[in-house]
């Protein structure tokens, strides 16, 4: 259940029947799933929208927040009007979008990378741990843990096929765990989205004991605010340690693009 922060003033919809010549786009939205628009269209076209769309009042017009494929779909039917719960005039971008995080959480229509992003905003939201987001957002620990191993391991290519095959937690955590390369990375879950490849078999792809691990290096030190600790094994060479910490820092650069609270970074990156 979501409940409000006591600093975010309650905004209270209401319904009514809107003109879509009266609603803009967010800048930020998501691209439109043709997929989607496709299983949406002859059921719209049956029946209407069943669900209505969220729309926050913005002078005589209205910014289109909730309801994306649905408002697409009614307009290529060539409706006019469409079936809305309008919040008032002011209402938080943030609540907006927590609402619209909520409502694809409830039609179970969330990628991994969609629930990292629901747990991330409720973070902000509520000005709280990740973890006590998680509990917001209704995501148990062990879920979020694979979520976010998942996101913070799979590279770019392959959370692209994750998302575009609905491919859930349990698969991409063994293979964000297992696979060796970005390329097999890729692979495996598109040898899973066609049906050739099961989670039984991931897991069999990487067999084999580990070689027993050679003895640490530790030290810390201190760069003006920022303390930093490096554990590292003995045998490691400068070009590698650059690599290590060339990757630290691109993790750290995603989550900055998108725009992590930064008191919830140990926690996402641990």
């Keep these: 259940m979501i409940v409000k922060p006591e600093n975010v003033p309650a905004a209270t919809p209401t319904w009514r029947r809107v003109s879509l010549s009266q609603i803009d786009l967010v800048e930020n939205r998501r691209p439109l799933d043709e ?14 929208v069943l669900q209505p769309v969220g729309l926050v009042a913005v002078g005589n017009r209205f910014l289109l927040c909730i309801g994306n494929h649905r408002h697409e779909v009614t307009k290529r039917l060539g409706h006019t009007e469409i079936d809305a719960l309008v919040w008032p005039e002011g209402t938080p971008p943030e609540q907006m979008l927590v609402f619209s995080l909520h409502e694809n959480h409830l039609r179970k229509d969330e990628s991994v990378e969609d629930t990292f992003k629901r747990v991330t905003e409720l973070a902000r939201y509520h000005r709280c ?13 062990g879920t979020l843990s694979k979520i976010r191993k998942s996101v913070g391991k799979l590279c770019p290519e392959a959370l692209k096929v994750a998302r575009e095959n609905k491919i859930g937690v349990a698969i991409t955590y063994e293979v964000a765990r297992r696979a060796k390369t970005e390329d097999e990375q890729t692979a495996w879950l598109k040898e899973h989205a066609a049906g050739r490849m099961s989670r039984d078999a991931i897991i069999r792809m990487s067999g084999g004991k580990k070689s027993k691990a050679p003895k640490q290096v530790t030290f810390e030190l201190k ?3 920022v303390a930093f600790q490096l554990t590292f094994p003995r045998t490691i060479s400068y070009e590698e340690l650059f690599d290590a910490i060339a990757k630290l820092k691109a993790g750290i650069q995603v989550h900055a693009k998108q725009n992590l609270p930064i008191h919830v970074l140990a926690e996402v990156m641990a």
């Design 35 to 48: 997929e989607n628009l496709r299983r949406l269209e002859p059921s719209i076209a049956e029946n209407g």
């Design 129 to 141: 741990s990740f973890t006590e987001a998680a509990v917001h957002a209704c995501v148990t620990p």
């Design 223 to 225: 760069m003006d605010e």
